[in-house]
């Protein structure tokens, strides 16, 4: 597929999710919701999963070493995959693309949206932590999804943007967990 024909279906994909992503995003305009997201955000950036990676072998001793050394090598796969997807797919973000009705949007950290990066990780690395370390689902799922969340409803991503990035940090869980 050329980059004419696929920024052509982003322009079609982007018109169908326009008022979703319009409707999701207006969430923001409530000062605890928007607050909650945006600090959601900056720590699904990578401080929450840096911290992670270095928390588990001193929390849970040399067993944990391999799990943390998979889930780097994950996580760094899973940013060389959504680099490369998104110079090749250069779909704009909701915040570029309908600025005119995206409130309060949150800071990109480029100008890309597809996939989310963001959820790619969040579900990477909350997936294997969790099949290791299951009493780490109390914390890590919830804020998983939180990350998810507010990268729609700050008008980073559009929420297919949102599934691609989960469904590619599945698989590449379901790879780490098949090394550990």
């Known amino acids: 597929m050329s980059s004419y024909d696929l920024s052509a279906l982003f322009e079609r994909i982007d018109a169908a999710e326009h008022a979703l992503c319009r409707r999701l995003n207006s ?71 309908h600025r005119a009705t995206i409130i309060f949007p949150g800071a990109p950290l480029d100008r890309y949206s597809f996939p989310s990066g963001h959820t790619l990780h969040a579900v990477c690395f909350t997936w294997q932590a969790v099949a290791h370390y299951g009493g780490l689902g109390r914390i890590l799922i919830p804020f998983a999804c939180l990350v998810a969340a507010s990268r729609v409803v700050l008008g980073l991503h559009y929420l297919t943007d949102v599934l691609a990035g989960a469904l590619l940090g599945a698989m590449l869980a379901a790879a780490g967990l098949a090394l550990s």
Request: with cysteine.
């Open 27 to 97: 969430a923001a305009k409530f000062v605890p919701i928007r607050s909650t997201l945006q600090a959601a955000s900056r720590l699904g950036d990578g401080i929450a999963w840096y911290a992670l990676i270095i928390a588990l072998p001193i929390f849970y001793g040399r067993s944990a070493v391999r799990p943390a050394v998979v889930m780097a090598v994950t996580g760094i796969t899973g940013l060389l995959i959504y680099a490369w997807l998104k110079r090749t797919c250069v779909r704009e973000r909701p915040l570029i693309t």
